[in-house]
């Protein structure tokens, strides 16, 4: 920031660039704050990560003792979905004998799913195994 300060002394008796050097001041710090927040260090990394477990296993806790029809009908939803998984699966591996390339495209498909169904299997039976993991501590 001198640099500025030493354009600012030299040019001190017009007011516009003592503006200039405050708005240029500004948008370096700026800058310099931005910067600072894109790279992060171990200990920020590891707060965030704390953080985020932390969120998580609130959301567990809570959702693992709901009972409502609600709750019983989104079950039903994933473990549907995971019946039209691992069929697609069985399926795959069925045709492969008949059709190796009709079977890569039915084991795409699957993999298109494999997001979805392991974000369901976190959601939805995660907290049944918390529930678990905390019961025998």
Known sequence: MSFLTTIKSIFSTSTSIDKAVEVGEKIADGVIAGLDKIWLTEEEKADNKQKATETVLAFWKVVAT????????????????????????????????????????????AGTLTWLVSGIAAIFFGPHQLSKIIEKK
Do not use: H, P, W
């Open 66 to 109: 709901e009972n409502t029809e609600q709750s019983k009908a989104r079950r039903q939803l994933a473990v549907m979905t995971f019946k039209v998984y691992f069929s697609l699966l069985l399926i795959g591996v069925t045709l492969y004998k008949f059709d190796a390339n009709y079977a890569k495209f039915v084991f795409d498909v």
